[in-house]
């Protein structure tokens, strides 16, 4: 039996959008940009959900999201609370995830989609259709076909040599397509697109691509309509492509307007002294007996705990040699962002 080959397109738009996400994200990794620091992560994380289900009407803020992350009470519908709190908990699995994997895959809808539907976890077990205004726009797979199309997605998913980028969203209207749950299908295939881009480049992880979809709606809705009357998800892959390569823009934009004082308030005295030590070098490697001498530290344990893991977490530093993080022969360069801290 043949394997299941998803229809689409590789036009020439869609390459282009792939040399300039490429040379866009390598800029963004290599100066240690906006996902560098977990307080900043962790914004991006909270501007992700609140688009993402501000799409599905959820009319809470980013201020009353970072709230709810917080712990803290806000004025809002129970069911849009209880959204942010599910989308947060199944965000923060992301990393322990498989992207070819169904129960990964049930278990995700689970989490996001308790208590807000009756089937979270499991296929639709009916017929639905996707209405606007009031007029019929797609019908999916009868549910009998559903649990059969979605085995054969996810094997693609596994077995793909397709450039992630691509791969990602054809996965996404696929998805779309099939409609494989009674509720949450469009928070479920923007989150399962950001799944598969982390394991691709961990920075994707938290690039809010959703802000630019949120704001896009239309576009966004359209770009699905004419896949499905192609058959084909070529329009779709060119719409998101062009969506991720704006967020790229926007988050470079944003850390040109503000180079590094976003992280500034973050980084401790001890990380500050630490980095100051690679300003008269910056390409050249100090190894730990280096950086502690220069320190007059004398407790190794107290010198890793509260200078050199700080330094690394905040990607601030990097390892010579990080495929053998424990070698006596370790040696650390500053970054990007560490060196222009160093020089404040």
């Known amino acids: 039996m043949a394997k299941y080959q998803p229809p689409y397109t590789i036009t020439t738009s869609i390459l282009d959008s792939i040399a300039n996400i490429s040379e866009l994200l390598g800029r963004y990794s290599a100066g240690q940009y906006s996902s560098s620091t977990p307080h900043l992560r962790r914004g991006n994380r909270i501007r992700t959900i609140q688009a ?11 201020e009353q999201v970072t709230a709810i992350l917080e712990g803290k009470r806000v004025l809002g519908q129970p069911k849009e609370v209880l959204e942010v709190q599910n989308a947060f908990a199944a965000y923060d699995l992301l990393s322990d995830l498989d992207p070819g994997n169904v129960d990964d895959l049930l278990q995700v809808h689970a989490i996001l989609m308790k208590g807000l539907t009756s089937q979270f976890g499991s296929w639709r077990e009916s017929g639905v259709g996707i209405y606007r205004d009031e007029q019929l726009i797609h019908m999916p797979p009868p549910a009998s076909q559903v649990a059969r199309l979605m085995s054969d997605l996810l094997a693609w998913v596994s077995d793909t040599d397709v450039h992630p980028l691509i791969a990602s969203c054809i996965f996404h209207y696929e998805f779309e397509f099939i409609h494989p749950f009674t509720d949450g299908n469009g928070r479920m295939g923007r989150f399962w697109q950001t799944l598969m881009l982390s ?95 220069k320190l007059a530290l004398k407790h190794r344990p107290t010198f890793r705990k509260n200078y050199l893991k700080p330094a690394l977490d905040q990607s601030l530093i990097t390892m010579t040699n990080p495929d053998s993080p424990n070698s006596p022969r370790q040696s650390y360069l500053i970054s990007t962002q560490g060196l222009s801290l160093a020089r404040k």
């Open 199 to 293: 394991k691709w480049r961990e920075p994707m992880a938290y690039l809010p691509v959703e802000t630019i979809i949120r704001d896009q709606q239309d576009a966004y809705y359209q770009a699905l309509r004419e896949s499905d009357n192609a058959s084909d998800s070529t329009p779709f892959i060119a719409f998101v492509l062009k969506a991720i390569e704006q967020a790229l823009n926007e988050a470079l934009e944003s850390e040109l307007k503000h180079p590094s004082d976003q992280v500034d308030s973050q980084v401790s005295d001890q990380v500050k002294s630490l980095l100051k030590l690679f300003r008269a070098d910056p390409s050249k490697p100090l190894r730990v007996a280096d950086m502690m001498q």
């Open 52 to 62: 993402s289900l501000a799409i599905e009407h959820n009319t809470l803020s980013v």
